[in-house]
Each structure stands twice: as structure tokens, then as C-alpha cells.
């Protein structure tokens, strides 16, 4: 059961400083505390953990091989979310 306290957002409404794990991950950032809300996505009825980029370190870099991006700037982020949004309405109507 998930709490009903907990802030969710739909993804049009996530503030510029909440990101999910996985795109934590792409700027090479790792959390520091828990979860603080939720995206929600209605037409997949699933919802993703939004952490606080305050809350976070960077991650150290490891050797190795990884086919995800662990570069990106918080700037490129919010420049994807905002296509994504703008494809989520494209599709939505």
C-alpha cells in the first residue's frame, strides 16, 4: 500500500528540482535521503519515486564497461523531460 501523504505529481507538474532515479543516474548522482513524491503516469497507471537533487552526491566513477550515459547536466535533463512532455501530449491528444 502506497501513502497517501506523500506529494504525486503528474509529469506536466514535476518541479525543475525533482528527478527520478534513473535520470539521477544519468547525471552520475546518487541519493542521499528517501523519496520525497511521486510522478504519476495515468495512462500506464504506474508511478516512479521523485528524490530532491539537494539531497544527492556524486557517484564515483568506476571502471568498467556501461551502456548508460552517466554525464549528463542537469540542464540537458530538464531539456529531455520537456521533449518528453511534449511527445506525452503529442500522443495523448
Do not use: W
Not at 546518487?30 to 513524491?37: D, G, K, R
Not at 556524486?58 to 535533463?77: H, N
Amino acid at each position: 500500500m502506497i501513502s497517501q501523504e506523500m506529494k504525486r505529481y503528474l509529469p506536466e507538474e514535476v518541479p525543475d528540482y525533482l528527478f527520478t532515479q534513473n535520470k539521477l543516474n544519468r547525471m552520475g548522482l546518487a541519493t542521499t535521503s528517501e523519496h520525497v513524491a511521486y510522478v504519476y503516469y495515468p495512462e500506464q497507471k504506474r508511478e516512479y519515486k521523485l528524490f530532491d537533487i539537494n539531497n544527492t552526491r556524486k557517484c564515483k566513477q568506476q571502471t568498467g564497461f556501461s551502456l548508460v550515459v552517466k554525464d549528463m547536466t542537469v540542464e540537458q535533463v530538464l531539456k529531455e523531460r520537456r521533449r518528453e512532455l511534449k511527445l506525452r501530449k503529442n500522443q495523448l491528444g
